[in-house]
């Protein structure tokens, strides 16, 4: 590194350790070839994002000719553009075609959003839907995790079909100018349901339901603008339909989980779908810009969903899991398939997650 | 390395060679900090997938006493245990959990799958539906790059919807079974559907419609047993609906792409969809395992899909690009989030590709 370019690292000191988002960063000077994996290992065990912040401009002035180049279009392509401005006198950035650049989304602010927890565990008598008995493990467990992951937690429990309609409206109505991204996670029963975009419907307490789409719709780019651009992330632990055993019909030599079979139950509707009864038939009208939507079903569309009653929901054990052991180096995308790959082996495509997403850009959790 | 490692290389060189699948191993071992970025590019520079695999078994005995255990985990992360078995004697791996495997599909047959293309340019007089001038363009694009990816392209022109049906039974009941994966390209005017798992439908030059769905579901586990638990891939260039300026009704400050707007023409219907016309009611009682399955949009369900005349449509033109940068270091999710980047930011929203995935593991084109 020439001397000019360390002596700017030095003066930008103070900025670069208040706002550099390292997490983004990693994957990007992995791949240029700036650090190793172990060299990375190393300043991530410095601390908190600022004491890493502080050892990799240190560490960045020992690493040759193309460090500092490097570290500057890192900047720029994972959108830290401020930083990168300070920087780029130090040397000529090539102009990135939009190609070349590998789509992030930054998360800056604390907390970076607000998480909803819908929890619905007790259901009405005449809604014929039973108890969902493991569920508040699934719930406490996500609480921890998504606060560890920075996100200010809002959880409720037990909602009428209409209450959580009014729960997620009044969530969409608040204004998220200063959260980078927003989370909803919904755990209760489901069942499907036929729709124009994304499939499914989840039940309130009363035993009405509430399509996925709908849910999904009070966030997008016309409904809530402050959320525009920003990355929306719906996580669904509800059945998506009643066909429960066909998994086991195509695969007939996977064995079943015994170990857990006498506590299992599903997120099932007991009986067959109203068939013909259709959801909503006006949304379409009312369907705008649908980017930056991720939507992660515990199950695809038309099976159902498996839950412990006293571990809770494979879907949540596995998700929480993986973000326990990869939130901190990989990205959304390749947890899912991670809990896709792990879910799906419990008595092979007994229960197979899906995801349906509008992302333009990779999302990788704010580890504190 | 330790002697007695080295020499189990040796000994193992000309299997490596004729066996190994290097595409799925650059990333672990960048992460393993065996290599850095420029020596795996160093590597890849040797040639043929053959010239690279003898490369990195040379480059591995200098690369220090990780190298050796690294390379075998490695192997068994990316499902290579034949390989791994081999090399097993040189060190003791430690038992991989399953959370612990980096989940990848590995291609190895050469070629890897089917590609199947649809294109539809011309379409009968009472079907209301235009010339689709340019996918001649994106077909030809396609046809090179998936030979390229290793795949055995069959194209089809001006397809009715039935036999467009009966096109892809025949490809469903083809024996998959010494092949990795299967890929399906369609090309035409399309519509939205509402429907359980996969939205939208795709128009016969007749004018009749196939939903997605159903095309989808031929190549399911119960329908199509020999592609089971492999890779099924879609790519649909079609629109997905008629709402062709909502974008710049929520984003008014988009700039139109003035150079393209006199070539430019959408895939959608110029009139009006036929509301409450449901397609296949039936559907869901059929609908089996449907795993390992990704179907791309070039647009997402409810909205328009942009081609130019001369140039294809903007979706294929971008997918073409990112698959001849990428394809040979990227995994196909993240290559799709920079499709969506790059498509979206042209006239900002204006179109807006979507995912819709029940995949298990990453997915890496195998490249010569």
């Not at 990693?26 to 994002?49: N, P, S, V, Y």
């Not at 569920?135 to 606060?147: I, N, Q, T």
């Not at 009014?166 to 200063?178: C, G, I, Y």
């Not at 599903?266 to 068939?275: C, G, H, T, Y």
Request: with cysteine; aromatic share 8%; proline share 5%.
């Amino acid at each position: 590194m020439e001397e000019s370019q360390r002596q700017l690292l030095q003066r930008s000191r103070l900025r670069l350790v208040q706002e550099l988002q390292v997490a983004p960063l990693w994957d990007l000077l992995l791949h240029k070839g700036i650090f190793t994996q172990d060299m990375i290992d190393e300043i991530q065990r410095a601390g908190t994002r600022r004491d890493q912040a502080r050892q990799l401009v240190t560490d960045l002035q020992t690493r040759g000719r193309q460090a500092f180049p490097a570290f500057v279009s890192s900047l720029q392509e994972t959108a830290q553009n401020d930083l990168a401005a300070l920087l780029s006198d130090g040397c000529k950035p090539p102009l990135l075609r939009p190609l070349d650049i590998k789509p992030i989304y930054i998360l800056k602010t604390d907390p970076c959003g607000y998480c909803l927890i819908i929890n619905n565990v007790n259901f009405s008598q005449g809604s014929d839907l039973s108890l969902r008995a493991g569920s508040d493990v699934d719930c406490e467990k996500l609480e921890r995790r998504f606060r560890l992951l920075c996100f200010e937690v809002l959880t409720q429990r037990d909602l009428k079909a209409q209450e959580i309609d009014q729960e997620l409206q009044s969530l969409a109505r608040r204004d998220h100018s200063a959260l980078d991204c927003c989370l909803v996670v919904i755990l209760s029963h489901g069942c499907q349901t036929s729709h124009i975009q994304f499939p499914g419907s989840i039940y309130g307490t009363d035993g009405r339901r509430i399509a996925v789409e709908k849910i999904v719709n009070y966030f997008n780019g016309s409904q809530c603008p402050s959320l525009r651009g920003k990355p929306k992330l719906f996580f669904i632990q509800a059945c998506g339909g009643e066909q429960k055993d066909r998994g086991f019909e195509v695969d007939s030599d996977s064995p079943v989980n015994e170990a857990h079979s006498g506590n299992l139950e599903s997120d099932a509707l007991p009986f067959q779908i109203r068939s013909g009864e259709m959801d909503e038939p006006d949304a379409v009208a009312s369907l705008p810009t649908p980017s930056d939507i991720l939507v992660s079903y515990s199950t695809f569309p038309g099976f159902v969903s498996w839950r412990d009653k006293k571990r809770g929901s494979w879907y949540v054990e596995t998700l929480d899991s993986v973000l326990d052991q990869y939130a901190h180096s990989e990205d959304l995308q390749i947890m899912l398939l991670r809990v896709a790959h792990a879910v799906s082996a419990k008595g092979i495509f007994k229960q197979m997650p899906g995801c349906f997403n509008s992302l333009r850009k990779q999302f990788f959790f704010k580890t504190k």
